[in-house]
Each structure stands twice: as structure tokens, then as C-alpha cells.
């Protein structure tokens, strides 16, 4: 029900913008020229309904609290459907538009629709629904057969089900985009050119017989078998010269040449693994650090150290896709050098080739009189650094700087190169010199401060309780850590167990709730019965918990009933309260075996 509301609300939004731009859209279509702009301009309008009703099944499925647990599979699912339901939708709206138009529209138009549908399918949705099927497949099975060692069967599995993928996707695509041999002679001797110079004699070329401003290469080669195709648009012959041609196969080919497909596999593989291992060992590295650094005070700061575990792993992953990124942009760099440095593709002919294919059509009335939105900072960052694709300004200054430094055709200085080459900056001296001497005065204050420490610790455990309360310089000393991390001197003074020490630091400032702590860890419920109801008012929440809950964690049943049954307990935060039962419970030795 949920579902069929929210298409009903889609479409009758794309019904009250239709109602506000009725007349341009009727002069746009009365007037287009030809057929094909009118299926152009048709076109644009449905798959803006179709995307608006998608998004708004999404949001719905969200509302209804389910999860999509079959992922692309099921988003596919859902999209497949809704194009099948708007087809059946949209085709009223033109019967509407034709007897207001006095135009022919639907007949040519649907059979425009469903070629454009298995173009864009089997391109583009086509690879990821193979992908989803054949990893829902194999993936419960990684687990059983690989045991202990299933990261390294899911390697195996991610490498398997991707090659896989793009074996079916070639042969699925051959059967369902429209297409045929090319025979055309001017083409051939074009294109045969080009794949001796490559040495891949035998590759098929296929024509796209949809009006597609592209050419792409799919499938791979592995030793003896070979499934890589290339994918023609029947634009490219209508819309460029002979030569401007030739620099596209060029183009196209140097993927193959340079095995880009395969490059990007692997590719893809390293990322996965780098984020996997980069992740886990990020957040180890981040809990073992505030561990050490918070000490007792690690349980009240678990929520901004989840926070930064959190967004140093959404940090990671997005440096390492920005990487991929990077790699896969870099290709493009690469393959229009080769194209011209190798190949001998005309430079000027590449040039205009690109700017013809990515220029959009003629737009209709109703879209030209639209404002275009400015790009956001984030969507123009986006755009720039997470896309696949270099902007066409980027790659023709990328071929200038080679050809005229005489640069190899796969130059190209990456973030890795760089970083290092922005470190290398830090090897100046102006810059080296006062990092080093910063450096090394921290050394030196980090180096007397653990030996103090030490000799602090050292002179507390060794001597008598006379000798400690006469050293004046302990009470300075009282609250900080002797090794940069861990518990502060206090701890140590509680270990002696003598009331009179202790009374002596807490009325010198040591922490009186650290102090409870370092009671609760040695189990000494004496003590706690006499300090506990001295400051027990000044205590803050954090720190009764931090208290109780190192009693629970030690099993100091005692003290851990003794402090349950304050006060303080009943107003005690509902976690809090969850965490340190939880904790005594797990901890919790058997009756025989307790102190």
C-alpha cells in the first residue's frame, strides 16, 4: 500500500509539472526536427519519471522498515519492474499529448523506448545484476569450505565471480544490444589497421545499431581465450569524420593494448583488500591507543572513541576509492597518449572527436528555458575526484605535456608520487631543520618525564610511609601518568594500602574519584567503606560509574554490592547500568572460587 502511494505522489508531481510547461512541451515536439529529436525529447521526459518514481519506492521501502537484503539484485528487481509499470503509465500520457499535438508519437517511440532499454540494460544494468546473482550464489559457501581461512577463500570469490561477470555480460550483451558485423570497407581497413598495429588480429568488432555516442571494449583475455569485444555506436559513423574515427578505435583499442580491464580487476582487488586490512588495523590501533592513553577513563569516552573509529574508516575507505579513482581516471590519460604516441592517432582529430561525443543534443524549448543548477563544493568535488572519466580539458593538456616534454605515453605522476614528492619539500633545510629540533625536544621532555616517573614509582614502592609523605615533590606529581599512559602515581600510593598516605594526597588535590577506582581494582573493600562515603557527593555520574564498573570487571562482590546499594545507583544512567551488569555477570567467578 505504502509503495503504491508514493507512485501515485510521483505521479502526480511529473502531472503538475507537466500542467506548468504544457505549451513549451507541445511547441518542442511540434516543432523538432524529425523523428528522432522527438523520441529524444520524449525520452528525457519518461526517464524523468522513472528515476523520480525509483527514488520514490526507495524512500518508501526505508519508510516500511525492510531491508534490502539482496542488494543490487533487489534494487534491480525494483527498477525493471517500475520501467514496465511506467511504460504501461506513460504510454496515456502520449495518447493525451497526440490528440492535443495532432502528432504520431507512440508507435515510433515505443519501439525507440524498448531498443534504448536494451542498450542501456545491458550496459549498464545488466553487469551489476550478474555480479549480484552469481556473489549471492557463492557467497555462503566461502565460509563452510574455507573455515579459519575464508578471508582468503573470499579473495578467491571476489576474483572469480568478477571475471565471471564480465564474461557473461559480453555474451549476454551480444545477444541482447542490437548489432552486426561491420562491413563497411572504409571502416574495416580503418579498423584492422589498428588492431595489427596492436597485434590482436582476431578481435570482434560489433556496430550498435542504437543511436549510442559511445564505443567501449568488454570482456577479457586470459591466456589462449579471448571474449574481448568492441561496441561501435551507430553516431560515431553518423556524426564523425573518417579520421576523427579512427582516433576513437585508437583510443579504444590502447585499453587493450595497455589490458586495462584486467588492470582494473586486480585494481579492484587491491582496494578491497587494502581497506579490509587498513580498517582493522586503524581501529585496533585506535582503541589500543586510548586504551592506554584513557585508562579507567576508557568507558565514558567509548562514544567519541566509536566517533573517530567511525570517521577514521569512512576517512580510509574514501582516500583508497579516491585511489581506485585515480588509477582508473589514469587510464584514460594513458590511453589517449597511446592512442596518439603510439598509434599515431591525429591529436586534433581526437580532440574534436571527444568534444562531439560528449556535447549533448539539441536540447527542446521546455529544457533550455529551465535554469541550470550550479554544483554544489561537495558535487563538484565529487564530480572531479570520484569519477572515471578526466575532464576533456585535463586529458588534452595531458597529451600536449607528453608529446612536448617527450614523455612516455604512461607517465603520469600519481597521489603515491605525489605525497612523497610533497614530503620531499620537508627535506629542506628551512623546514627540516625545525621540525627535527621540535622533534627531538619532545624526545628529550618525553625521555625525563617517563624517568622521573619511574624514579617516582620506584621511591614509592620502596619506601616507608614517612619517607613518602616528607618527598613535597610527589604531590606535584600525584595525578599524572610516570609512563605517558597507563594509571596516574595515585594508583601506586593506594598498592602501600595505608590510610594515612592516601588521606595525605587527596587532601593535596589527587583525584578522588581515580583514587576509588584504584581501591575497587585492588579489592580492598576497608578501604572502600572509608573513602567511599567521604566523597561520595562529589562524585559525577562518570566517575561512580567508572568505579562501579571496576568492580564488577575484578569481581569485587563487596564492594560491588556495597556501591549497587548507594544511592546513587537508583539515578544511574539506564547504559551504565546495562554495561556494569552485563560485566559483573560475565566476570562473575563461581561461589567456590570468590574472595
Known amino acids: 500500500m505504502l509503495y503504491a502511494l508514493f507512485l501515485i505522489l510521483a505521479i502526480a508531481y511529473n502531472w503538475k509539472k507537466f500542467l506548468r510547461e504544457r505549451s513549451v512541451f507541445y511547441t518542442s515536439l511540434i516543432e523538432a526536427k524529425g523523428t528522432a529529436h522527438r523520441e529524444m525529447i520524449l525520452s528525457h521526459h519518461f526517464y524523468i519519471?522513472?528515476?523520480?518514481?525509483?527514488?520514490?519506492?526507495?524512500?518508501?521501502?526505508?519508510?516500511?522498515?525492510?531491508?534490502?537484503?539482496?542488494?543490487?539484485?533487489?534494487?534491480?528487481?525494483?527498477?525493471?519492474?517500475?520501467?514496465?509499470?511506467?511504460?504501461?503509465?506513460?504510454?496515456?500520457?502520449?495518447?493525451?499529448?497526440?490528440?492535443?499535438?495532432?502528432?504520431?508519437?507512440?508507435?515510433?517511440?515505443?519501439?525507440?523506448?524498448?531498443?534504448?532499454?536494451?542498450?542501456?540494460?545491458?550496459?549498464?544494468?545488466?553487469?551489476?545484476?550478474?555480479?549480484s546473482l552469481i556473489n549471492w550464489t557463492f557467497q555462503d559457501g566461502v565460509y563452510e569450505e574455507w573455515g579459519n581461512l575464508w578471508f582468503i577463500g573470499l579473495l578467491f570469490n571476489i576474483i572469480f565471480v568478477s571475471v565471471l561477470t564480465i564474461v557473461?555480460?559480453?555474451?549476454?550483451?551480444?545477444?541482447?544490444?542490437?548489432?552486426r558485423e561491420i562491413t563497411e570497407p572504409e571502416y574495416l581497413d580503418l579498423i584492422n589497421k589498428r588492431l595489427t598495429q596492436i597485434?590482436?588480429?582476431?578481435?570482434?568488432?560489433?556496430?550498435?545499431?542504437?543511436?549510442?555516442?559511445?564505443?567501449?571494449?568488454?570482456?577479457?583475455?586470459?591466456?589462449?581465450f579471448s571474449n574481448q569485444t568492441m561496441f561501435i555506436g551507430r553516431n560515431l559513423r553518423n556524426t564523425l569524420t573518417l579520421e576523427e574515427f579512427d582516433a576513437v578505435i585508437a583510443h579504444e583499442l590502447a585499453h587493450v593494448a595497455n589490458r586495462h580491464i584486467h588492470k582494473r580487476v586486480i585494481d579492484l582487488l587491491k582496494n578491497f583488500i587494502f581497506i579490509v586490512f587498513g580498517t582493522l588495523f586503524l581501529t585496533f590501533a585506535i582503541i589500543g591507543l586510548s586504551a592506554l592513553?584513557?585508562?579507567?577513563?576508557?568507558?565514558?569516552?567509548?562514544?567519541?572513541?566509536?566517533?573517530?573509529?567511525?570517521s577514521v574508516f569512512i576517512g580510509w575507505m574514501l582516500f583508497n576509492y579516491y585511489l581506485l579513482f585515480d588509477t582508473i581516471r589514469s587510464h584514460?590519460?594513458?590511453?589517449?597518449?597511446?592512442?596518439?604516441?603510439?598509434?599515431?592517432?591525429?591529436?586534433?582529430a581526437l580532440k574534436s572527436a571527444l568534444q562531439k561525443l560528449t556535447t549533448p543534443e539539441e536540447l527542446p524549448e521546455y529544457l533550455k528555458a529551465r535554469k541550470p543548477k550550479e554544483k554544489s563544493a561537495l558535487g563538484a568535488w565529487l564530480a572531479k575526484y570520484f569519477s572515471t572519466h578526466p575532464d576533456l580539458e585535463s586529458r588534452f593538456r595531458s597529451v600536449e605535456h607528453k608529446v612536448t616534454r617527450g614523455l612516455p605515453f604512461n607517465y603520469y605522476v600519481s597521489p603515491a608520487q605525489k605525497v612523497r614528492k610533497f614530503f620531499g619539500h620537508l627535506l629542506e633545510w628551512k623546514v627540516s631543520v625545525p621540525l627535527a629540533t621540535s622533534?627531538?625536544?619532545?624526545?628529550?621532555?618525553?625521555?625525563?618525564?617517563?624517568?622521573?616517573?619511574?624514579?617516582?614509582?620506584?621511591?614509592?614502592?620502596?619506601?616507608?610511609?614517612d619517607a613518602i609523605l616528607k618527598k613535597k615533590k610527589l604531590i606535584s606529581m600525584i595525578?599524572?601518568?610516570?609512563?605517558?599512559?597507563?594509571?596516574?602515581?595515585?594508583?601506586?600510593?593506594?598498592?602501600?594500602?595505608?590510610?594515612?598516605?592516601?588521606?595525605?594526597?587527596?587532601?593535596?588535590?589527587?583525584?578522588?574519584?581515580?583514587?576509588?577506582?584504584?581501591?575497587?581494582?585492588?579489592?580492598?573493600?576497608?578501604?572502600?567503606?572509608?573513602?567511599?562515603?567521604?566523597?561520595?557527593?562529589?562524585?559525577?555520574?562518570?566517575?561512580?560509574?567508572?568505579?562501579?564498573?571496576?568492580?564488577?570487571?575484578?569481581?569485587?562482590?563487596?564492594?560491588?554490592?556495597?556501591?549497587?546499594?548507594a544511592q546513587q545507583f537508583e539515578n544511574l544512567n539506564r547504559d551504565y547500568k546495562e554495561d556494569v551488569t552485563r560485566l559483573y555477570k560475565g566476570n562473575r567467578l563461581p561461589a567456590s572460587e570468590n574472595k
Not at 200 to 213: A, G, L, S
Not at 441 to 453: F, Y
Open 332 to 348: 584514460e590519460y594513458e590511453a589517449d597518449a597511446y592512442a596518439v604516441i603510439e598509434l599515431g592517432a591525429s591529436f586534433e
Open 439 to 465: 622533534f627531538v625536544m619532545m624526545m628529550v621532555w618525553g625521555m625525563m618525564h617517563i624517568k622521573s616517573g619511574m624514579e617516582a614509582v620506584a621511591f614509592i614502592q620502596h619506601s616507608s610511609a
Open 168 to 179: 557473461c555480460s559480453v555474451v549476454i550483451m551480444l545477444r541482447l544490444i542490437p548489432n
Open 49 to 131: 519519471f522513472i528515476f523520480e518514481s525509483f527514488f520514490s519506492l526507495i524512500v518508501a521501502h526505508l519508510i516500511s522498515e525492510r531491508a534490502m537484503s539482496v542488494g543490487f539484485l533487489g534494487l534491480g528487481a525494483v527498477y525493471i519492474t517500475l520501467i514496465i509499470t511506467g511504460i504501461f503509465i506513460y504510454q496515456f500520457f502520449i495518447r493525451y499529448v497526440e490528440k492535443n499535438t495532432g502528432l504520431t508519437l507512440w508507435s515510433s517511440f515505443k519501439s525507440h523506448l524498448v531498443k534504448e532499454l536494451r542498450v542501456n540494460f545491458a550496459i549498464v544494468l545488466l553487469p551489476m545484476l550478474i555480479y
Open 293 to 310: 592513553y584513557l585508562g579507567e577513563d576508557l568507558h565514558i569516552h567509548t562514544g567519541a572513541v566509536s566517533f573517530t573509529c567511525f
Open 199 to 224: 597485434q590482436v588480429p582476431q578481435m570482434r568488432i560489433r556496430w550498435i545499431e542504437t543511436d549510442i555516442k559511445n564505443a567501449f571494449v568488454v570482456g577479457l583475455k586470459i591466456l589462449s
Open 479 to 565: 595525578n599524572s601518568r610516570p609512563q605517558l599512559v597507563g594509571p596516574s602515581l595515585m594508583a601506586y600510593v593506594i598498592k602501600k594500602r595505608d590510610p594515612r598516605l592516601i588521606d595525605h594526597f587527596l587532601q593535596h588535590g589527587a583525584d578522588k574519584g581515580k583514587t576509588l577506582v584504584y581501591i575497587s581494582q585492588i579489592k580492598d573493600f576497608e578501604l572502600l567503606q572509608r573513602y567511599y562515603p567521604r566523597y561520595q557527593d562529589e562524585l559525577t555520574e562518570d566517575e561512580y560509574f567508572l568505579i562501579l564498573r571496576k568492580s564488577a570487571q575484578m569481581d569485587f562482590t563487596e564492594g560491588y554490592r556495597y556501591l549497587v546499594n
